[in-house]
């Protein structure tokens, strides 16, 4: 059990907090919009963050992250089922919007949820602009 605060505990109990945050401000304004700036924010930050990441420490530590012990493999289906989910929500929306799911799709696998929140930040725009006219 660590006995100080490291850069990472840090990264990782702000995540959690931002998280929560996020979830219950959904919980009480259940009628709110999709806000696609926050949400194209949101996604071009976790990709600047994960473009860092990968420049120092390369892509190959994921696959150790996932495959070294059975926490490893549980969050990975945690990615991949929270993943599906959220694609099987947000597809019949983007699709009536008029959105490409194909290749949103491509883009969800590559990235995960650095193209999920791009998907969103492009739907709630595009509902937004449908809204308006």
């Known amino acids: 059990?660590?006995?100080e605060i490291t850069p990472f505990i840090?990264?990782?109990g702000g995540g959690l907090a931002i998280g929560v945050v996020a979830?219950?401000?959904t919980l009480l304004r259940p009628e709110a919009p999709g806000n696609a700036v926050l949400a194209a924010a949101l996604s071009a930050g976790f990709a600047a963050f994960s473009a860092i990441t990968i420049a120092v420490e390369g892509v190959f530590p994921v696959v150790l992250?996932?495959?070294s012990n059975l926490w490893g493999v549980q969050v990975w289906w945690d990615l991949l089922f929270s993943l599906g989910i959220a694609f099987f929500l947000i597809a019949p929306r983007a699709?009536?919007?008029g959105m490409n799911l194909p290749l949103w799709t491509v883009l969800i696998l590559a990235t995960a949820s650095i193209g999920l929140l791009a998907m969103c930040a492009r739907l709630f725009w595009l509902e937004r602009a449908g809204a308006k006219a």
Do not use: D, K, Q, S
């Open 95 to 97: 699709r009536a919007a």
């Open 65 to 67: 992250n996932h495959t």
């Open 23 to 25: 979830i219950i401000t």
């Open 10 to 12: 840090a990264l990782a």
């Open 1 to 3: 059990m660590p006995t």
